[in-house]
């Protein structure tokens, strides 16, 4: 099943809050998982990428969780800030040589100050 | 470094027009694709390349049709356009297969296109 789940669609927090937006999957052959960030009129970019080797990848405020086992993937958000609010979407790698992404639905975050 | 241009960024066109919208990456990347974004519906995956004179066909390619004669651009044609197709376009590049963890894809600004 090439599909990725995300959740929450939307998120509202208070500045200094922890957001998490959760992603499920089927397809086991899925082999990266990325978490890409978009502003408004941008494009997406990348924002943090694990493997599903790996629990948990911190880079500075972004941490990505994985259970492999459930078949789930989280990014949290430590001490969000308004500069955050953007969308957020949750990816994953088919592999097989092709490199292509299935991507979530998306998570519009806003930060209020 | 320019990274991934595309061009127009905003297009409105009549019902049965067609119209390329343009891509182009200066990375040497080997991987191209097309996406397109609705709104709450994510980005599907229209159209992709893994090197000159050769693409694939995405999730969403009804309507659409692709080119690689060069490694830098991957145009989108849209021969005959629908209100359907109303969306914003993005094109994307990568490297191949056994990159390091974060190599990730690098997207372009979009087009943002209406079908009236």
């Known amino acids: 099943q090439q599909q990725v789940k995300q959740s929450p669609q939307s998120l509202i927090v208070q500045k200094g809050g922890i957001p998490i937006i959760n992603c499920a999957y089927e397809?086991?052959?899925?082999?990266?998982f990325p978490w890409y960030q978009q502003f408004p009129g941008k494009g997406p970019a990348l924002l943090i990428a694990i493997r599903p080797d790996v629990s948990e990848k911190k880079e500075g405020r972004f941490t990505i969780s994985f259970n492999k086992s459930a078949k789930q993937f989280s990014l949290h958000i430590m001490d969000s800030q308004p500069g955050d609010s953007a969308t957020y979407f949750c990816?994953?790698?088919?592999?097989?040589?092709?490199?292509?992404?299935?991507f979530g639905k998306g998570t519009k975050l806003t930060v209020n100050p | 470094n320019a990274g991934v241009t595309q061009t127009p960024k905003f297009r409105i066109l009549k019902i049965g027009q067609s119209m390329t919208l343009q891509c182009a990456q200066d990375?040497?990347?080997?991987?191209m694709y097309w996406y397109r974004q609705d709104p709450g519906m994510g980005l599907k995956l229209i159209y992709y390349?893994?090197?000159?004179?050769?693409?694939d066909k995405g999730e969403v390619p009804n309507g659409y049709n692709v080119s690689r004669s060069t490694t830098e651009d991957f145009p989108l044609r849209l021969e005959l356009a629908a209100p359907s197709q109303t969306s914003v376009y993005f094109c994307?590049?990568?490297?191949?297969?056994?990159?390091?963890?974060?190599?990730?894809?690098?997207f372009g600004s979009g087009t943002r296109l209406t079908v009236v």
């Open positions: 390349s893994v090197g000159a004179g050769i693409t």
């Open positions: 990375m040497n990347h080997n991987y």
């Open positions: 994307a590049s990568s490297y191949s297969a056994g990159s390091p963890t974060n190599y990730g894809y690098t």
């Open positions: 990816a994953a790698r088919s592999g097989g040589g092709s490199e292509k992404l299935v």
């Open positions: 397809n086991t052959a899925f082999d990266y």
